[in-house]
């Protein structure tokens, strides 16, 4: 009896060290908002949108002032995120035309090959989770083979939009996706339409004999012409505005109006379900891209009108998603990171209101890759007992930081068989190290380098060149006003020869260029930048790019189809 006792207590107290071996993991919380600007919230420095609980979670842990993003547009921007490299050495950008993810039924996405995070904590036992958006792709060669789906890449389980937010996806919304291309396509139907019931009224009223067959071809190829490019433009809110769980499609098109409450109520489901184990959960905002779906809770609340209504409900999902670790008893064992994908929208209106963000002092925005307000956003952290409260890092950090920093908290080893840009971030954020690890960061617009920022070494000086800017307009803007999203090449753009050179620890905005003939420290340090951009274009290999004109053409056989409520929204569609 006595064996059988301590056999009991052996087997119970190595059952406790297991339970608290398992808790020992952190879990990881990532909040990424989508085109949100870093001067859109209260603790970098606004005072008039209210976001109490993103301002309290930077009170509670650290605040990055130089945080930036690898890319200044959406799906480039995302594919650094979950796999710690620039999206050019995955392919996910574009040497022209979209420079993201267009369609659902593109054939384009985050490859098979790349291994992101999320795959590597997976392996490590946690529970991994993405709800909200994704727009990484989906399909590649075949319908449902989910090649570049959230579950292809790390997790077990993913519920919200494979795509994004587009103006289509709210019923009367304004045209967004090829506006101007539908209205021309449109025009010739009606021309070619008008040309047939021409040819029939001369033909009937003996004016010209005409032959009938004629006619008749001519009318088969307009409805064939109008056929074609209505399929695929006309129910654009049903092909893009989806809403998944896991493989399947539970609403088509979703219902914008809901969908906030059905992203948080996912997001608190997956935290009760997963918090006696490891877990890793992203939530990716559908806020604050356009459209501004607000609830009727939020709507007409701000001093900015929709967009500031917006992203105070964003901020009040945060505090939801905080509460909700809090009061599982996860605080001390949990990271929580909040970040945006790029920088605000500038150009983007809704009449008299701007529905794009606000970049603070940083010049230029959304999708201009060498300003600072296109790829400088928010970045906090907070972790309890682990990384102090209350401070501020204003070293450079990337968006690709995330990677290595969780694989290595996580207990897993990052791949050996590829170049990772990013960097650990936990010495700098538990002060272990004064200084970043990344002394040039390098900032690609679509495949085209227009900057390159160095950190030098000796004295800290922050330095970044510019050789290659958007043409704003109209004249005196800052944005391209003319095109919406500015361009990375062509008459879009500005050479510099030689290249802008900004000092940013004094010159922040980018307003004051060194003069190259006068100033004595142009030379040696445009010199040294040179060559680490050669030595960095050395360590790029080609890959198939996975946003080209083709991969992003929309084949009508990789759409993910049907969910709820397609056959009848179509049948409403065509009658209408």
Known sequence: FAYFRIFQVVWYLSGSILITASNTKPNFVLLLADDLGIGDIGCYGNTTIRTPNIDKLANDGVILTQHLAAAPVCSPSRAAFMTGRYPLRSGMDSCGGARTIKWLGASGGLPRNETTFASILQKQGYSTGLIGKWHLGVNCEALNDHCHHPLSHGFDYFYG?????????????????????????????QIMAFA?????????????????????????????????????????????????????????????????????????????????SPFLLIVSFLHVHTPLVTTKAFTGKSKHGPYGDNVEEMDFMVG???????????????????????????????????????????????????????????????????????????????????????????????????????????????KKSPRSEHEFLFHYCGTHLHAVRWHQKEGGAIWKAHFVTPNFYPEGAVGCYDIVICAC?????????????????????????????VDPQYKAVLNRIKRAVAEHQDTISMVPLQLSFLNNLWKPWLQPCCGPSLSVGVIKKTAM
């Open 161 to 189: 939009a494979p795509f994004t937010l587009i103006n289509e996806c709210r019923p009367a919304g304004l045209l967004e996706i090829d506006a101007p291309f539908r209205a021309q396509l449109k025009l010739v139907t």
């Open 196 to 276: 047939v019931m021409t040819l029939v009224i001369v033909r009937y009223s003996n004016m010209i004999a005409i032959n009938g067959n004629v006619i008749f071809y001519i009318a088969l190829f307009t409805i064939l012409f109008f056929i074609t490019w209505y399929l695929k433009y006309g129910f654009v809110q049903y092909w893009s505005c989806i809403i998944m769980r896991n493989h399947e499609i539970i609403e088509q098109p979703m219902k914008v109006e809901r969908t906030s409450s059905q992203i948080m109520r996912e997001t608190l489901q997956f935290i009760d379900r997963n918090k006696n």
């Open 320 to 430: 939801s998603v905080v509460n909700a670790i809090d009061n599982a008893g996860l605080k001390n064992n949990t990271m929580i990171y909040f970040a945006s994908d790029h920088g605000g929208h500038l150009e983007v209106q809704d009449g008299i209101f701007q529905t794009g963000g606000w970049n603070g002092i940083y010049r230029g925005g959304k999708a201009m890759a060498g300003w600072e307000g296109g790829i400088r956003v928010p970045g906090i952290f907070r972790w309890p007992g682990m990384i102090p409260s209350n401070a501020q890092i204003d070293e450079p950090t990337s968006l690709m930081d995330i990677y290595p920093t969780v694989v290595n908290l996580g207990g897993g080893e990052l791949p050996k068989d590829r170049i990772i840009d990013g960097k650990n971030l936990m010495p700098l954020l538990t």
């Open 489 to 517: 090449e062509g008459d879009h753009v500005t050479l510099h020869d030689p290249p802008l050179l900004f000092e940013l620890s004094a010159d922040p905005s980018e307003s004051n260029p060194l003069d190259p003939h």
